[in-house]
């Protein structure tokens, strides 16, 4: 599955669980069903006396410099006003609307202190907690059950404690894992959606074998209303049975007097009926409007990774494989589609059609299954006996072609390097109108965004490259996930990471003129950042609630688990042992379930070569322990010293661990350094190691092309030797190893290991830049410390900030054309060059973006703006009244998708109050902007002040809101907490972020996002305070 949001750069920026999960990753008019009725206001109606625009984070943005109490005066908005002079914040709290739909609260800055008395109560609370288990502890051998202290008996098992389910009895079931006793062999789904009334009622069976002698069938059932339910045991009669429910598991369960026994086989015929999902997961409802204005209906899927439970009740957790057979019935006007071809239709008595789909000629996971009844238009081809087919809405159908074609070379590719064939007889890809993921992998039936799928033909080659790239993820799921699937979620990365790594391993030889290393390069870069905190977790690490699953799809387990896969194909030998592992582990596991030690295991069985390298023992260092490493090189005479230690941003607290991790340190220096052939291989799996080079040697460059997953710090004398190499000769380096180089040092700084002015030097080649990822890393890092200094009122070092990058890289944006470029890599450096000088009010920059959009709307739209340029364009227009206007009618006739969520972000990148809260609010609601946009619409608004303050008084204000749309811990959750909460760089707000989310406790407290949050905002604050002082001096 693919997270993230579909623009390319800002899955380099974010994680991704839905390219389908990078992250932000990386659509027509859209009335959006799954949101309730709305009383939120539209944007003309919204009147500028009905709106209280200050956001109550403002006094913490002020109050957070001097971290002082404000008295009650300052508390008035005026002061804050005037402290912050913005424009926008005029009016005194005296004079709210009380009808105002979005009002200023005022929470405090940190966790009320409690009273004397309070203090004296805890503490004689914990004086007497504390004496009873002292107590409890000495009390020798004594054994706790339900039924307290039973006998002094240390062998006695102590008897579960059972939950009680929905109908008073003990639910036979206290574990989140369903029990081994039962297997599913067989589904069969009969399903009869109303989309009318946004209901659907079904029949499912389910065949069984009894592995081991049981009293129980546990399965999983979610929001399913289940009438009648009948069990039948071999050749037997069918009888009625009772379902018990257990709810906060999502668990039901049917008790039996007598045993079953190992070896029988039994059905379980469960009858019932639900509303349609007003979420995006499940058996969802969407709608969007036609070319002609009218409302379309339809329903579809999102079932990953545990919400097959809500459409039918099932054994949902991946090991469970089975086949199905699913029948939907629908009216004459729809279609409806699955994961296998159509094999009958049948009319009923009642004017409705019964399809009925082929028996799935794999086993498959729940996850995996898919159904959609929709009135949808395809284009097909016939691929290597697969017929491969585009599905969209009809008005799209122009729209298909790219996606068609390119999906069936990938298909093609992917057969051949893996040797083992697509499976199934079809292959469907489907835009869907409202669709949360980029793309969900689901065996041939791939549903995805439309952004993901979708191409105009006059679509630039960097928008084609973002297609392409949730294709290939989802064509190589096909194999890594679908054909071999993990075993349970703590393996994700088996899945994702995988066809993360497939993705751009396919690209590059399929489609070698998108240039997709620049992109790969930089969601590595990323990955470093999350892994380099301490709220970081392992690559395969332990998970057990459903929160923790959903956090899962992160970029630990995407790009990370790429990375290290990287990693390992760079370093072993010769150029086709990775890819002869990989196939072994598909053909010994076709149809099973793994985990990560099968994958290492096959991987060191087909080594051929004499090093008879270990496969499992180096990477288990790096799938099981959280983090990287920090590789320190010290270079003296003919000696070069290498050691290593955990590179972790925050000492604090961690969890600080023994291991060492299996380093293959890669290097080239100043004799040789571009060719592959100049690099060698040192292996590092102590704390320190030792090589010789020639004393000659006047510089090592460490990490060649940055194939590794670790970062490296050369001392000051290795850093001054690099930078000045740089500066007499640009090219000395691949672009890959200056790119690496600038992720490098800001790393360095934000640990703490090198001092802010060892970054500027390093910078001060760059004026001499000319290739994409030096210059995209330099500026990406720029501009975040742009943006903290932003986000603390420091404007004199703003503007200092801003003179030094339009003095760096001023001479290269001013050689950027304006025209059609078609080629990838140029497009990603102008794109970035020309958004960073308009946002910095360059005055070229400025007025060439005001002249074409000005020649975009004379032209009726004819007259088209590139690809490439269309955000920075957008981005200018939403500055002015009339153009914001102008955009926002576009954004509701333009048909194309891509294009469309480009003048999204550019209405979003706004500074006037009135409209950040409406489209905060239409965002919420679903009306005119899909809700699916919302993580995105929060995104840019926090780009800027005043939609940064906004944005996170509206996360408070509307959690509950939120959390019913997007699944506490999912990643668009994830990327909403990081969006709002990133830039803060003060105690104050630390304390009001910590209190608000330790306040939420079940409905999200928990989450390794917020943990982030908190560290981040920490080490912002660590860093903005040591750092402040000297970006005073050097800038």
Request: glycine share 4%; aromatic share 10%.
């Amino acid at each position: 599955m693919d997270p993230f949001d579909n623009n390319s750069t800002e899955r380099a920026n974010l994680p991704r669980n839905m390219i389908e999960n990078s992250m932000f990753e990386e659509e027509p008019d859209v009335v959006d069903l799954a949101k309730e009725p709305t009383a939120f206001p539209t944007f003309p109606s919204l009147d500028p006396e009905d709106v209280t625009y200050e956001p109550r984070s403002s006094r913490l943005l002020v109050r957070g410099l001097g971290e002082n109490d404000m008295d009650e005066d300052e508390e008035d908005c005026e002061s804050s006003a005037r402290l912050l002079g913005m424009s926008f914040m005029n009016r005194s709290s005296a004079h709210r609307s009380t009808s105002s739909p979005y009002t200023r609260q005022s929470p405090p800055r940190s966790c009320p202190r409690p009273s004397t008395r309070t203090t004296v109560v805890c503490v004689l609370f914990l004086v007497i907690v504390a004496s009873m288990t002292m107590v409890l502890y000495f009390l020798p051998g004594c054994t706790f059950t339900k039924t307290g202290c039973v006998k002094p008996n240390k062998t006695t098992p102590s008897e579960p404690v059972y939950p009680v389910s929905t109908n008073g009895e003990l639910f036979p079931w206290a574990q989140y894992r369903l029990p081994r006793s039962i297997r599913p062999l067989s589904y069969d789904l009969d399903l009869n959606p109303k989309l009318e009334d946004m209901t659907f009622s079904g029949r499912t069976l389910i065949k069984m074998s009894v592995l081991h002698n049981t009293k129980r069938i546990v399965l999983h059932s979610a929001s399913l209303n289940i009438s009648k339910a009948t069990f039948k045991l071999g050749n037997g009669e069918a009888k009625d049975v009772t379902i018990l429910e257990y709810k906060p598991r999502q668990q039901i369960a049917v008790k039996f007097s007598d045993e079953l026994k190992a070896g029988q086989f039994c059905v379980l015929t469960l009858d019932y009926s639900a509303s349609l999902s007003h979420s995006y997961s499940g058996f969802y409802n969407s709608s969007y409007s036609d070319k002609d204005g009218q409302r379309r209906v339809l329903a579809a899927t999102q079932f990953e990774p545990l919400s097959a439970r809500k459409a039918f009740p099932c054994f949902d957790e991946p090991d469970f494989k089975a086949t199905f057979v699913i029948k939907i019935t629908r009216k004459p006007n729809y279609m409806a589609l699955s994961n296998m071809p159509l094999a009958k239709i049948t009319q009923l008595p009642n004017g409705l059609m019964k399809d009925e789909f082929e028996k799935t000629s794999v086993n498959m996971s729940t996850y995996l299954v898919a159904f959609i009844v929709a009135n949808f238009t395809p284009i097909s081809k016939n691929v290597s006996e697969t017929l491969v087919s585009v599905y969209s809405v009809p008005e799209k159908t122009e729209h298909t072609d790219y996606a068609l074609d390119t999906a069936s070379k990938l298909l093609e590719f992917y057969n051949g390097f893996f040797e083992i064939n697509y499976p199934l007889k079809k292959l469907d890809l489907v835009a869907i109108p409202d669709f949360l993921a980029g793309a969900m992998e689901n065996w041939g039936l791939i549903t995805f965004r439309e952004t993901s799928l979708l191409v105009d033909k006059l679509s630039s080659p960097l928008e084609k490259q973002v297609v392409a790239s949730v294709v290939a993820h989802e064509l190589a799921h096909q194999w890594f996930g679908n054909l071999v699937t993990m075993s349970w979620w703590n393996d994700l990365w088996l899945n994702e990471g995988f066809a993360t790594y497939m993705q751009y391993t396919s690209l590059q030889a399929v489609f070698p003129q998108l240039d997709i290393g620049n992109l790969f390069l930089a969601v590595r870069f990323r990955a470093l950042d999350k892994d380099a905190l301490n709220s970081s977790h392992a690559v395969s690490t332990n998970v057990n609630t459903p929160e923790q699953v959903e956090e899962m799809f992160d970029s630990v387990s995407y790009e990370k688990g790429a990375s290290i896969l990287l990693m390992l194909n760079a370093f072993l030998p010769g150029d086709q042992q990775f890819r002869k592992g990989i196939i072994r582990y598909l053909r010994q596991f076709t149809g099973l379930n793994t985990n990560t030690d099968d994958l290492w295991n096959s991987l060191t069985q087909v080594d051929v070569s004499t090093q008879h390298l270990n496969v499992s023992e180096m990477m288990t260092s790096w799938t099981s322990q959280k983090g990287f490493p920090l590789v320190t090189v010290t270079h003296k005479g003919d000696e070069v010293t290498v050691t290593q230690e955990h590179f972790l941003l925050t000492s604090d607290n961690a969890t600080h661990t023994s291991s060492l991790w299996h380093i293959p340190v890669t290097y080239v220096n100043d004799s040789c350094s571009l060719a592959p052939e100049c690099k060698q291989v040192f292996t590092l799996k102590t704390e320190s190691g030792s090589f010789k080079q020639p004393e000659s040697v006047k510089w090592l460059k460490m990490n060649y092309k940055n194939t590794g997953f670790y970062i490296v710090h050369y001392g000051d004398e290795g850093w001054n030797a690099i930078g000045q190499a740089l500066s007499n000769n640009v090219s000395v380096l691949t672009q890959e190893d200056r790119a690496s180089l600038i992720h490098n040092i800001f790393a360095l700084s934000r640990l703490g290991r090198v001092s802010f002015d060892r970054v500027l030097n390093l910078l001060n080649y760059i004026s001499n830049e000319t290739e994409t990822s030096p210059v995209t890393e330099a500026l990406l890092q720029l501009n975040n410390i742009l943006q903290l200094l932003d986000k603390r009122q420091e404007q004199i070092l703003v503007a200092r900030m801003k003179n030094y990058i339009l003095q760096k890289f001023g001479s290269l944006m001013n050689k950027q054309t304006w025209e059609e470029e078609e080629n990838v890599s140029k497009q990603e450096l102008r794109s970035a060059l020309l958004e960073t000088a308009c946002s910095l009010n360059e005055e070229n920059c400025v007025q060439r973006a005001k002249a074409l959009f000005k020649q975009y709307v004379d032209s009726n739209g004819t007259s088209r703006i590139p690809g490439d340029l269309q955000q920075t364009v957008f981005n200018v227009a939403a500055q002015s009244n009339d153009d914001w206007e102008t955009l926002l009618t576009a954004y509701g006739q333009v048909n194309y998708n891509a294009e469309k969520r480009k003048m999204l972000r550019g209405l979003a990148s706004t500074h006037d109050a009135r409209r950040i809260v409406s489209i905060l609010l239409l965002s919420l609601s679903g009306d005119i902007i899909q809700t699916q946009e919302l993580p995105l619409v929060i995104y840019t608004l926090c780009k800027e002040i005043p939609g940064y303050l906004f944005a996170w008084d509206f996360v408070q204000e509307h959690w509950d809101k939120l959390i019913e749309k997007f699944p506490v811990g999912s990643f668009p959750l994830q990327a909403i907490i990081k969006s709002t909460t990133s830039q803060f760089s003060t105690q104050a707000h630390f304390d009001q972020v910590q209190c608000f989310f330790s306040g939420l406790k079940e409905r999200g407290s928990q989450m390794r996002s917020v943990q982030e949050a908190l560290e981040t905002i920490r080490l912002n604050q660590r860093w903005m305070n040591k750092n402040l002082s000297v970006l005073r001096k050097l800038l």
